[in-house]
């Protein structure tokens, strides 16, 4: 049976953009994978602690050495591994906060970055491999070649190197100029953030057709 794990990170709620993406394409999944299961974690309105000592020292101590701050630690690890590895399909929204990604979503990359768990500590070899990683980015602004501030997205780039070591390989569907709706300085950009929202959600209802899979 297929399943899919779903997880959000915007702590916008209903406002955000990234949230209504994930949504649409679990939508779209469960159309097209009737009988499939969905686990969901909710990064925003739920965040996992900070990867601090004793997360550090978890990895790096036997088990039987743990303390209970350390134990509890390594078995979030844990859950947030087995989550993945039970997941055919991953869906994460990924919004840009202050031109990087959300806290949580940093702390959901320190937690899953596991050796033994995501890795093999001894060959390098990642044990999360071969599944479908898609990540659904909302922007602001515009960051693409020859934009102002070109270059000032650092979420997008950094989440395959993050997760490099657990062998995901994400692909990703980005909207951005989504700012343009709220913010009178960026007024005359609609049409090209109303352009860039649609080509997302059309992209996304292709994702799981017969041709798409075939």
């Known amino acids: 049976m297929s399943h899919l794990l779903h997880i959000d990170a915007s702590i916008q709620g209903e406002r955000s953009v990234s949230r209504k993406l994930t949504a649409r394409a679990v939508a779209a999944w469960r159309a097209a994978h009737p009988g499939g299961t969905v686990t969901y974690r909710d990064l925003g309105g739920t965040p996992l602690p900070h990867f601090g000592q004793e997360s550090f020292l978890a990895q790096r101590l036997p088990r039987e050495q743990h303390t209970p701050a350390q134990a509890a630690s390594w078995e979030l690890m844990e859950q947030l591994v087995g989550e993945v590895k039970q997941a055919d399909t991953i869906v994460l ?60 997205d650092h979420a997008e780039p950094w989440l395959p190197h993050g997760l490099s070591l657990t062998g995901l390989q994400p692909r990703f569907i980005t909207a951005e100029l989504q700012l343009a709706y709220v913010t009178p300085s960026m007024n005359e950009l609609i049409p090209l953030a109303d352009k860039s929202l649609a080509a997302a959600e059309q992209a996304i209802d292709l994702l799981w057709t017969p041709a798409a899979v075939a």
Request: charged residues 15%; neutral net charge.
């Open 93 to 152: 929204g990924l919004p840009l906060y202050n031109y990087g990604a959300p806290s949580g979503v940093k702390s959901w990359v320190d937690h899953l970055v596991a050796p033994g768990l995501s890795y093999d500590l001894a060959t390098g070899q990642g044990l999360l491999g071969g599944r479908d990683f898609l990540v659904l980015a909302s922007r602001g602004g515009g960051y693409g070649a020859g934009t102002p501030r070109e270059g000032w």
